[in-house]
């Protein structure tokens, strides 16, 4: 990039759902970039899409990393296929930036980073829950707890009349815990290497063409440095409430968060953790990306982070696969 703010950065998006909404409010403010190119799904959403932010589409996502005017190419799309979008456009000489997960297969996911490194491409796998104020504020309290021995992770979302959608869907989704793979990461950005893990997890209502309409995924987890972790993720008509609940047992006190309200246990005192709101983590997320191209500050993460809790995500499907707990190369 040159290292100037007089050259704009020319953006193209693909998807035109929450995500991508997000990036085409942040690239719109932002006045070194410039949202030229969009393309989507559904002949609907695609052109209510392109008057809401003023931008051309293109027809296929090939036609779209292949344009030459484009710069950076935000993908905002169903996981299945992420991957195989992301390589084309690093092949077409793109920076990229993936809603995560990057692929659902660790070796697609490797290979697009591989060639990102090896094209000079910048290749960045958002994980805004690693800037949320949840996670902001539990790695701030996480000393006053000691040794941590324990954490329990369950994110349930009640849904009914669950329509067919990709989020509900075996392989545009993926395996609950690669697709979710922000529960994963949590942990490992606490926790480190894990030495094994044993999943399982459970459909209702898979039919024919591989449409559910509830899941319920539960995995253990125990980290190299002893950690044991229980993550559950569920979502559907099965359920009658939701639940976002984070737990960390620590020698010396507990930290619970119970959606967005943190609590610190230590002997008789529970003191309240306040936690910033939930907003505008996909702009922060845009802007540390053009910050890193324009000036070379330094992104929050790194593409090996979310491949490592993709590694993970993927030995709990194996786990659940074949039945048996599964141990992590090292
Ligand atoms: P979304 O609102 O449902 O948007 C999905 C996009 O994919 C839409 O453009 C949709 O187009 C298109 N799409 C739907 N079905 C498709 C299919 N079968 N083939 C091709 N395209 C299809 O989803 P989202 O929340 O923006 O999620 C997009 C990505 O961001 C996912 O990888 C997700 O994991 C990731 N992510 C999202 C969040 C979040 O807060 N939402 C946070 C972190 C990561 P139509 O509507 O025209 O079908
Ligand atoms: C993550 N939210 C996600 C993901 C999807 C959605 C598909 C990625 C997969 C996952 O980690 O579960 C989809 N989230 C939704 C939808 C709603 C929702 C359809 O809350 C409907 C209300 N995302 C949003 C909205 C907010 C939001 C409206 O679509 C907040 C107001 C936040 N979603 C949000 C955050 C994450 C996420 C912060 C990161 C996951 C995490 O914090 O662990």
Redesign the pocket.
């Known amino acids: 990039m040159n290292n100037t703010n007089s050259v704009l950065l020319k953006v193209g998006i693909v998807?035109?759902?929450?995500?991508?909404s997000k990036r085409a409010e942040a690239i719109k403010s932002d006045p070194r970039t410039e949202l030229l190119v969009v393309t989507?799904?559904?002949a609907?959403?695609?052109p209510e899409f392109c008057q809401r932010y003023a931008v051309q589409a293109v027809d296929s996502w090939s036609e779209l990393v292949n344009l030459p005017e484009l710069d950076l190419i935000f993908i905002?799309?169903?996981?299945q296929g992420?991957g195989a979008i992301a390589k084309a456009a690093i092949l077409a000489g793109k920076h990229v930036v993936v809603?995560?997960?990057l692929a659902l297969e660790v070796e697609i996911a490797q290979e697009v980073i591989e060639l990102a490194a090896a094209k000079q491409k910048l290749l960045h796998i958002?994980h805004?829950e690693i800037i949320g104020g949840l996670h902001q504020a539990l790695k701030q309290y996480l000393p006053q707890v000691g040794q941590v021995f324990y954490a329990r992770y369950t994110t349930i979302s009640s849904q009914h009349n669950v329509k067919q959608?990709?989020?509900y869907h075996r392989q545009?989704f993926g395996f609950p815990l690669s697709?979710a793979l922000?529960r994963i990461h949590r942990l490992t950005d606490l926790f480190g290497t894990v030495e094994k893990v044993s999943c399982d997890n459970r459909y209702w209502n898979l039919s024919d063409l591989d449409y559910f309409t509830a899941c319920f995924c539960q995995a253990q987890l125990t980290f190299d440095s002893g950690v044991k972790a229980d993550i559950t993720y569920g979502k559907g008509d099965v359920f009658w409430q939701s639940d976002r609940t984070m737990e960390i047992y620590g020698a010396t006190g507990k930290i619970v968060f119970v959606g967005e309200k943190g609590m610190l246990i230590k002997g008789n005192n529970e003191q309240e953790i306040p936690v910033s709101p939930r907003r505008g983590l996909f702009a922060q997320d845009t802007t540390m990306v053009l910050d890193y191209l324009f000036k070379r500050q330094p992104l929050y993460i790194q593409a090996q982070a979310s491949l490592y809790a993709l590694k993970v995500a993927n030995a709990a499907q194996k786990s659940d696969y074949i039945k048996q707990t599964v141990y992590l190369d090292q």
């Open positions: 998807g035109t759902g929450y995500a991508a989507g799904n559904s609907v959403q695609l905002c799309t169903i996981n992420c809603e995560y997960p958002e805004i959608s990709w989020k545009q697709a922000s």
